[in-house]
């Protein structure tokens, strides 16, 4: 049983002794164990948040005795529209439920959750619930269970209640920190999210990095998105992005910038492999885009791309108000040459003499000659795939 001294100190501990603990679900599983040492007979608790992650509307982070960790699970949007989640604590909780106790050690009820029959399996006798309420009407959920003989007792219930509002700034501050994060991978990607976080948000900030550069870009976009409808649009575009993007990343590549119907991504060169690992995302990202089911009446997506190596200037550059965490150089402009360049002869993907012999992948490649691009004095030497 809990005493008040205890819940005290726990709360003490929660406000002060977790300041340098980045992540929600260890400060969790520290707080679950604390508890079960002093006395209280827990066997099972949970955290429910919705984090409105791109992929994933939220997560579940599961504590059991004994666990060696807290066990954290993401959960898809469409889990709002089933049954087992309109008939359970959380979707209760959400719309307004103060709180909900439930003794499992007793015979079932008509109509009673889903989850009260699995517990009940798994020898649980007791089950409480509670929202955890955040700023601007946000609210998530927080569930103890029991396996003891008599469960929680009434003062358990009552200290554990008052520990809630200490529980929620807590968490509530990790979450955030999360969710900024989420966001800035999610907008700028990771290297300019890190960037940013370490403090790069005044105007002018930035940095250089020396790297093999893709440029992408869709064919014939104005006129598909000018006749076709928007949802058919978004579906066309989504694809082909799914069928660029995966390959980039899995191969170390980072995608800097969505332009329109187009994306720019590095693979820096500190990485030595960089170049064979640009060339193993293109031959992915062809095959991908290959194999893409025709969308409506616009067929799967034509493309080109271009490739070069050289610095990529990261840059805050934008008004004393809004800023743009952006990427400029001329090596940028030079592998977007190289991607324009492909409507006039015709192949999908050309190189820069530069990559192909830092890649020394002359026996993959053909070489196309010089040409002369917009904004060089002399010609530039090119390779096709």
Known sequence: MLSEKLVADTVTWLMTGTRGQVFIDEIFYDLCNRLVVNGLPLARASLHFRTHHPQWLGSRMIWLADSPKVEVETVGYQVEETEAFLRSPFHSIITGASGIRKRLNTAASPNEFSLY?????????????????????????????????????????????????????????????????????????????????????????????????????????????????RDEVIEYLNSYFDAMAGPIERHGGEILKFMGDGLLAVFPLSNPDACADLLNALREAEKAIDELPDVGTLGRPGYGMGVHVGDVMYGNIGS???????????????????????????????LSKDFVDLAECQELVEDMGSFQVRGLEEPIAVYAM
Request: glycine share 6%; charged share 20%; net charge positive.
């Open 320 to 350: 004393l108000t809004r800023l743009d965490f952006t990427v400029i150089g001329p090596a940028v402009n030079i592998a977007s040459r190289l991607e324009s360049l492909t409507k006039i002869v015709n192949r999908r993907v050309l």
């Open 117 to 229: 029959d699995q517990l009940r399996g798994e020898g649980y006798t007791d089950y409480l619930a509670w929202p955890l309420d955040h700023t601007l009407g946000k609210r998530h959920l927080v569930t103890c269970a029991s396996k003891a003989p008599r469960g929680f007792s009434d003062q358990d219930v009552t200290l554990l209640e008052s520990m809630l509002p200490a529980l929620s700034l807590v968490s509530e501050i990790r979450l955030k920190n999360q969710l900024a994060r989420t966001l800035l991978n999610t907008y700028v990607g990771p290297h300019a999210c890190q960037q940013i976080l370490d403090g790069a948000t005044t105007r002018g900030k930035g940095a250089t990095v020396h790297a093999a550069i893709l440029v992408c870009d869709l064919r014939n976009f104005t006129a598909i998105s000018s006749s076709h409808t």
